[in-house]
């Protein structure tokens, strides 16, 4: 009887609503790969964190890699590496540095991870001895992990984010993404219709200067075909969408007129964010997502900073030169968060970035006969350079042409900084021409080298490749109170930066190299590992294994990389002394608003460099 008398009860919710408090955004591209689609994930990211709206990123790719750690940096560009250690993919170093989040490897879904993640359940009798499928094995276990990462606080706090932006790399119709497109197709009704919204990427060719939009049309109708229809469209064009071509995509794709943004080409990246806005996009977020923001720019002081960040770096009068000196310099992607970071500590500096490309190889003694031309060339652009970086890489190949340019920056006193195997030269380079050790080396490049100043890790495998480096965020502790990078970090007893390599400086040899003047000013916390390098009588010979430039955001630059800005541009001895030359406030952690309620090899770089604007043209997958 008392059970009869009990209430009856509810069915259970259906699953995923009842957990799902994130909403979720996905970005999908068309008509051609590189189009934009994480510049625009990363502005609609920015609005809503300027709206004081917790965010979270995941990117998408569909190939079998598990990670891009074992990628050459011509296939997908640069591999960004996160504090975890996860090697991803470059994209992710565009979401932390827009939403100034820190991610985790997980944040990066790969083909590769599930299908490893399905097959080991399926080994330990996980599915009950069922067929597994893509469908529905494969697609649930993407959105399972979509739900579990969308979770994870990434902004420092212990508050899980409020919305997910996800990108799908590719683009619609890949063999590939099919069964991620399924996924989401589920997924749709999964976490349900306010908790949604599909952005479509799409190209508007303009030939003979006529806006076209037969591909969005055929790129939109395959999408809808599998099961997504998207709320917005976000049409790339050189030049601002039209009204007719506006109202004929709307037509046809099944999305009102005021849901079809223009998505022109900028003068930088950083005006995407403010045009999208001016478009209305987080009114129409608002309304679909039922969020509660202020949405006016002239109320909401983060947007009118980062408005006023964009104006700042369209109008640098004053320039400076600076040599890079890699050995992919026909991929501007493949050094993307150098470059970041050297714009990021320009801006700071109030200079424009004069970037001068130098092939490695190009310096070496050999192309002097093989190619005089070339060779003569990358001297000339070496000799009238303000500063020389070299960055990090891997291989034998360009290593004598960096070594030059290190020897170079050396005795003529010009602002240098090595970063990773840019250290390793930089000690290879003061080894042979100041201790007289004329065939030191790297066990890397000669494994028969008489003085190995630069060896391999003992405890790093040279048999597996993925995921075996020296990787992730390190302490790094300084053993000299006055040195020079650390008055950068602010007089800090430790740094804590990114790393990613399986080679160091040798430490039997450092006692030798102390003694002439190089001074290895920061280690690692068993002090065995050499982490930063001065040399002293230079106004900036520096050298670091780490890599700082995964930790740059655009107005909190990282402090390594502005000190060789500052020496290149000569303010380095005024900012010790004043504190600062007279620039704007950094852009902090955007706190919740108080008026919410709790809750393809692309062509090569231009010799100046300097451009970071979103072009449908130049556009890449890491464009941002």
């Known amino acids: 009887k008392k059970k009869m008398a009990a209430a009856p009860q509810q069915s259970p919710p259906a699953r995923g609503k009842e957990e799902s408090k994130c909403k979720y955004i996905l970005v999908s591209g068309g008509v051609i790969s590189g189009i934009g689609k994480g510049v625009i994930s990363s502005s609609i990211g920015t609005l809503l964190k300027c709206c004081g709206v917790r965010c979270t990123s995941i990117k998408i790719d569909p190939y079998l890699n598990i990670d891009a750690g074992t990628f050459s940096p011509y296939e997908h560009g640069e ?86 932006i996800i990108e799908l790399g590719g683009t619609v119709g890949d063999i590939e993404s099919m069964p991620f497109v399924e996924a989401f197709r589920q997924f749709q009704f999964r976490v349900g219709k306010d908790n949604f919204v599909m952005v479509h990427v799409s190209l508007v060719p303009e030939p003979q200067g006529e806006q076209k939009t037969k591909p969005t049309q055929h790129s939109t109708r395959e999408l809808r075909g599998l099961g997504l229809s998207p709320d917005i469209i976000a049409c790339r064009s050189k030049e601002a969408l039209q009204s007719n071509p506006r109202e004929k995509i709307a037509m046809f794709c099944h999305v009102p007129p005021e849901q079809v943004l223009s998505c022109r080409d900028q003068s930088s990246i950083y005006r995407v ?52 000196v890699g050995k992919y310099t026909g991929l501007e992607d493949s050094y993307a968060s150098v470059i970041k970071a050297l714009r990021h500590s320009c801006l700071k500096a109030g200079h424009k970035l004069d970037l001068q490309w130098i092939e490695a190889s190009d310096l070496e003694q050999e192309m002097q006969l093989k190619g005089p031309t070339k060779y003569h060339q990358a001297w000339s652009k070496l000799c009238s350079s303000k500063g020389i970086l070299v960055p990090g890489g891997f291989g034998s190949r360009g290593i004598e042409g960096k070594i030059a340019a290190a020897k170079y920056a050396r005795e003529n006193k010009i602002p240098f900084l090595g970063v990773c195997l840019g250290l390793q030269v930089a000690v290879i380079e003061f080894a042979r021409s100041i ?146 030359p007279a620039l704007p406030v950094a852009l902090p952690s955007v706190p919740p608003s108080p008026a919410r309620t709790p809750a393809h090899v692309s062509p090569a770089p231009q010799a100046n460099g300097s451009s970071d604007s979103l072009s449908v043209s130049s556009s890449s997958g890491s464009s941002s």
Not at 137 to 155: C, F, K, L, S, Y
Not at 273 to 301: C, F, W, Y
Not at 308 to 315: I, Q, T
Request: net charge negative.
């Open 79 to 164: 591999v960004f590496v996160l504090d975890d250690g996860g090697e991803v993919d470059l994209d992710l170093g565009n979401y932390e540095r827009f939403l100034d989040v820190t991610l985790t490897r997980d944040n990066n879904i790969t083909t590769g991870k599930i299908y490893k993640t399905v097959i080991e359940r399926e080994r330990k009798g996980e599915y009950l001895g069922k067929t597994v499928q893509v469908v529905p094995h494969i697609t649930t276990a993407i959105q399972d992990w979509i739900e579990r990462v969308a979770r994870v606080p990434v902004d420092g706090s212990n508050d899980p984010p409020e919305v997910c």
């Open 273 to 324: 964010p403010m045009a999208l806005h001016e478009q209305g996009l987080l009114d129409i977020l608002q309304r679909k997502l039922k969020l509660n923001i202020k949405t006016v720019a002239s109320e909401n002081p983060q947007l009118q900073l980062w408005s006023d960040m964009a104006e700042r770096y369209d109008n640098l009068r004053k320039s400076i030169c600076i040599c890079l």
């Open 435 to 580: 201790l007289g050790w004329d065939k030191a080396n790297s066990t890397e490049v000669d494994p028969d080298t008489p003085h190995p100043v630069v060896v391999d890790m003992p405890e790093i495998s040279t048999t597996h490749l993925g995921g075996t480096m020296r990787l992730g965020k390190r302490r790094t502790i300084f053993s000299r109170q006055d040195c020079l990078v650390r008055k950068l970090y602010k007089d800090a007893d430790y740094v804590e930066e990114r790393h990613r390599h399986r080679y160091e400086v040798n430490p039997a040899l450092v006692d030798k190299f102390e003694e002439h003047g190089m001074h290895f000013v920061g280690h690692d916390v068993d002090r065995r590992r050499m982490e930063i390098m001065e040399l002293e009588d230079h106004p900036f010979f520096v050298g670091v294994q780490y890599h700082p430039e995964y930790l740059t955001r655009p107005l909190r630059p990282a402090p390594v990389f502005f000190g060789f800005i500052l020496a290149a541009c000569n303010m380095l001895q005024t900012y010790f002394k004043s504190g600062s």
